[in-house]
């Protein structure tokens, strides 16, 4: 297919139909947090964007980024890298290999302009000989890659930070991407893994807007990233009534009351987890039964898993609404009910949970 169809021409080839274009496009404007009327301004970019060429840098990982995209479902990864994206470059996922996929690599760098998506850490100890591909190191080619490119996304805690590579003792010297490059637009799109959906409206709004979305002081998109997981989990509601899991398999275990006491880090943690969720939007951690990890966060793998956050330490339980969930009551319902209580709660509140997130920061 050519390089030089647009989007638009390229669903068409492919037998996609307008209303299943514009279902895409509003999945994307809700994703972005936009207003439902900016859903037609995404469609007619996206008809008339070409497709932005993308390298894809895969370093210091465990490949559980490139193993999200391959279960994207909105669009599915077929369709993102077909319809989307022109991606040029994946060592995972392409085609070619060898001496052919490094041509790849070369030809799309000559020519300049693409986005470069960065998977994993890059080890920068013993001039970068931890990580090596096609006889260079990681940091030789990110470089080489950095220095063409339009903008750059990190995906995963590794690319953003260096993650579970560079904990103590770091002995390769992991870093992420925001400590090597500079001068060189880049967001990142954390977690452990990434979100895909995270990925496919970030590039979205790229295209329709021309530019990379709002960030927080980390380069987080504030779409995905701006508001605490607590604020939007539908076992809130628990949380406010002081309903808490105790032990796993409990009977509050079993309820769905909330995991505050087992470690969760909701009210510390940033991401949409609880909006756009996972597994095609069926579920998360912690509907599931497991707390949040806060694996957006720098550092989430040296915070202990099961040890609970010292929220009550600043705001006594004292202070929480009185919330008296019915009996039988859905976790979601719970979770709505909460939320909107939670926001009453006054200032006391909202300052004790940011005290909490100043570890994040």
């Not at 260079?136 to 080619?141: H, K, V």
């Not at 993650?163 to 977690?191: E, F, H, S, Y």
Request: glycine share 10%.
């Amino acid at each position: 297919m050519s390089p030089t169809m647009s989007i638009a021409e390229e669903l068409a080839v492919r037998g996609i139909t307008r209303r299943e274009f514009l279902k895409f496009c509003t999945i994307m404007a809700g994703v972005l947090a936009l207003p439902v009327e900016q859903t037609a301004k995404i469609a007619r970019a996206l008809e008339t964007a070409r497709r932005p060429a993308v390298v894809w840098l895969e370093f210091q990982d465990c490949a559980g980024c490139t193993e999200s995209l391959l279960r994207a479902n909105r669009p599915s990864v077929a369709e993102l890298v077909l319809d989307i994206l022109s991606l040029n470059y994946h060592e995972t996922i392409m085609a070619p290999s060898g001496y052919a996929a490094e041509k790849s690599l070369q030809d799309t760098v000559k020519e300049g302009g693409y986005l470069t998506i960065v998977e994993g850490s890059i080890p920068v100890n013993d001039d970068g000989v931890y990580c090596c591909i096609g006889g260079r190191s990681a940091l030789e080619i990110l470089k080489e890659v950095a220095a063409n490119t339009a903008a750059i996304i990190t995906v995963g805690a590794c690319a953003f930070y260096g993650g579970w590579p560079a904990t103590p003792p770091n002995p390769t010297g992991a870093k992420g991407v925001k400590d090597i490059i500079t001068g060189v637009p880049i967001v990142n799109l954390p977690g452990c893994p990434l979100n895909v959906d995270n990925l496919t409206a970030t590039v979205v709004h790229y295209l329709t807007f021309k530019k990379l979305p709002a960030v927080d002081d980390l380069g987080r998109p504030l779409f995905a990233y701006g508001r605490r997981i607590h604020d939007n989990c539908e076992r809130r509601g628990h949380f406010d009534a002081g309903e808490f899991v105790e032990a796993w398999g409990d009977e509050g275990h079993r309820k769905g009351w909330c995991l505050y006491k087992m470690g969760c880090k909701g009210p510390v943690a940033f991401q949409n987890c609880p909006a756009i969720r996972w597994n095609e939007g069926t579920s998360w951690p912690v509907a599931a039964g497991h707390g949040c990890i806060a694996c957006a966060a720098p550092n989430f793998w040296e915070m202990p898993a099961y040890e609970p956050v010292p929220i009550h330490a600043l705001t006594p339980p004292t202070t929480y609404p009185e919330v008296e969930p019915v009996k039988e009551m859905s976790p979601i319902t719970a979770g709505v009910i909460g939320a909107a209580v939670g926001v009453a709660a006054g200032v006391a509140g909202a300052v004790a949970v940011s005290q909490l997130a100043k570890k994040e920061e």
